[in-house]
């Protein structure tokens, strides 16, 4: 006797710039994916909640700090900053415009209405790496949830953020003081590393337990100054 199986049913499916996404429901939980690849779903949300949450605690004597959310995802991270009223202003950076439009009216809606009509929230459709090189405003905290993390990219070009390069372009959007927080799906010694070169201090790991495998992490580091 076999046991029954509900194939995910998708939702929308969109040939990007960056390659195939596509959104599925599977039960109650909405998937994103990637070229193929499994990206995240909405079935917990602690580690992206841990990630803006650490980057709060690092700036105790700053008021109303900003905060630049690299990667929209399923919206775990945004809705986290816009229900908390310290935070003051909350710019997205997401380069996939279905993702976008999945938020505004989709069927990820339902996380991230609220954020989105809170007058402190921006959204920016761009690529990440390219947003950094470009703005001349700086931020307080950086939360980057952009693909699986330094040491498994799906998006190859992802792989630039995380390197020396991408980390000081990262570096030049924050102000004195503040605080890069990056979300991986495993811990990364190397890159912990890569952010001393760069020329951040008190870089630390937070992990995140799961149900299987090797936990999340919060790789935090503070730009001195």
């Known amino acids: 006797m076999t046991g029954s199986y509900d194939a ?70 945004l809705a986290h900053a816009a229900a908390d009223p310290h935070w003051g202003r909350i710019t997205v950076v997401e380069r996939e415009r279905a993702i976008i439009d999945w938020h505004r009216g989709g069927p990820l809606a339902e996380l991230t209405a609220d954020a989105l009509a809170d007058p402190r929230t921006e959204i920016v459709e761009e690529d990440l790496i390219a947003y950094v090189n470009e703005t001349f ?26 390197g020396q390069a991408g980390l000081a372009s990262c570096a030049r959007a924050l102000k004195p003081g503040g605080v890069l927080a990056v979300w991986s799906a495993k811990p990364s010694a190397e890159f912990e590393g890569t952010l001393r070169n760069v020329g951040f201090r008190q870089v630390r790991t937070e992990e995140v337990p799961v149900a299987r495998g090797v936990p999340d992490v919060v790789h935090l580091a503070v730009l001195p100054g």
């Open 8 to 77: 995910p049913e998708v939702l929308d499916r969109r040939e990007g710039p960056h390659g195939e996404v596509v959104l599925r429901r599977h039960g109650a939980l909405l998937q994103i994916i990637a070229n193929g690849c499994f990206l995240m779903d909405t079935s917990d949300g602690r580690s992206e909640r841990l990630l803006v949450d650490a980057a709060l605690t690092a700036l105790p004597e700053r008021r109303a700090p900003s905060v630049l959310i690299g990667g929209l995802g399923v919206g775990f991270s």
């Open 137 to 162: 405003d700086t931020f307080d905290a950086l939360c980057l949830d952009i693909d699986n993390g330094p040491d498994w990219t799906v998006t190859e070009d992802n792989q630039e953020l995380y």
